[in-house]
């Protein structure tokens, strides 16, 4: 039979700056994926529909704080594969950090505007705006993507 590859040579095959990267690029190919299957007309059930709603938020946040948001040291972020890069779409980067506050709001933290007094006050998401969000995800990305090539061809 024959042995698996130790940990150490994983490490050297797919260093955690790598595999950080790798999960950035999943999130990317999630949201583009999900955003499709969330209308309201979607022929997914309930719970299944719900729960890509949530995996769909969950990337869009995660996006959000890698490319534009930023956040503590103990988390990876663009500025740590291109130094001082933030992207120039200011629409799209607005647009990302509305939809971080949104899915910080209502998936991450029991907000208390996840919960207003009338229910009435609780807007939809519409079609579009996930649409909009999986494309400002992937703009960005590609613009930091693009960024990151360029300095390892000069590296």
């Known amino acids: 039979m024959a042995t698996q590859p130790s940990s150490a040579w994983w ?90 506050t949104l899915a910080s709001r209502h998936v991450m933290h029991l907000s208390k505007d996840r919960t207003p007094p009338h229910l009435p006050d609780v807007a939809p998401v519409s079609d579009e705006l996930y649409m909009q969000v999986a494309r400002d995800c992937r703009t960005i990305y590609d613009e930091f993507d693009a960024a990151r090539e360029r300095t390892a061809e000069r590296s």
């Open 11 to 100: 490490d050297q095959q797919l260093p955690n700056d790598v595999r950080a990267l790798g999960f950035v690029g999943f999130a990317v190919d999630q949201v583009e994926r999900l955003a499709p299957l969330l209308p309201d007309e979607s022929e997914l059930s309930g719970a299944v529909r719900a729960a890509c709603i949530e995996s769909f938020w969950v990337n869009v946040r995660l996006l959000a704080e890698f490319l534009v948001k930023g956040t503590d040291s103990r988390d990876w972020r663009s500025g740590d594969f291109v130094s001082g890069w933030s992207s120039v779409d200011l629409e799209a980067k607005k647009r990302l950090l509305d939809a971080w």
